[in-house]
């Protein structure tokens, strides 16, 4: 149906491009038409980017970000061939835009040092007062700028982790509050561990979860797979990019991951499976 109405402009999570990159549907034969990709709502894992990047050189492609509660996209970033320069990781936010203020905070509430990873807190008119009859939500989320209590300041406390990188000030996204774990002592995003597995071409798609049980703290990876290597030559594989601390006990195969209404990997659904009676 794109094809066949010439649309030529594509806007929707990474998820969907990338399950139509398991599906060869977007290996430049296809979708011809289209000269802007915009995705945002999660991260892109580069690795998985350049492949679409490298499919459409005459596209230009458009990483945006922001939450609903702050009306929507806040940010915007073209990329070009020097973000792929190195493949691990997500593709930058770039910087917020003008009319929005932020904060990168740490666990206790205050700013971070320039390069050190936070919570992304974000400030301005377009800031939303809270959620409709949840007044326990809105009280953990839409807080007073805590760096002063001259005025009244609402503030959104996204739940991403980002870091500002002083060389060239872009915004970078690292994970979730919600999907950094504990694990042998460690801080670690479940995001950093998927970016590792989007490297390994045999790898399609890849969720990362976790357990407790027992007291003890177990990583599992979620694999849809372009072609079957054991677990051990997956581990082998990840050690080039990550500790041994932060690669998955176990892999679990499926044919594809299962997404959820807007497109996401739906990470519920994958606990159920696998771990019933457990919470991500």
Known sequence: ??????????????????????????????????????????????????????????????????????????SSYQLGAQDFLELQGLPPLGQIADNFAYLILNDAGQPVSPGEPGELCLLGPNVGRGYYNDPERTAASFVQNPCHDKYQEWMYKTGDLVRLNPADSKLYISG????????????????????????????????????????????????????????????????????????????????????????KVDRRLLVEKYFPGQSQ
């Open 176 to 263: 979730r509050r919600d999907n950094q774990i504990k694990h042998q002592g460690y801080r670690i995003e479940l995001e950093e561990i998927e970016a590792a597995l989007a490297c390994l071409d045999y790898v399609a798609e890849a969720a990362v979860l976790h357990t407790t049980s027992n007291g003890l703290s177990r990583i599992h990876a979620v694999l849809a797979m372009r072609q079957e290597f054991s677990d051990e030559q997956i581990r082998t594989d990840l050690k080039r990019f990550l500790p041994a601390y932060m690669i998955p006990a176990a892999f679990y195969r499926e044919a594809a991951l299962p997404k959820n209404a807007n497109g």
């Open 1 to 74: 149906k794109v094809a066949a109405a010439e649309c030529t402009l594509w806007f929707s999570v990474p998820s969907l491009l990338m399950f139509l990159q398991t599906m060869k549907a977007t290996d430049g034969k296809n979708l011809r038409s289209i000269r802007r990709f915009v995705f945002g709502g999660e991260g892109y894992p580069k690795a998985k980017l350049k492949q679409l990047y490298d499919a459409y050189p005459n596209s230009k492609f458009i990483n945006v970000y922001g939450p609903t509660e702050c009306t929507c996209i806040c």
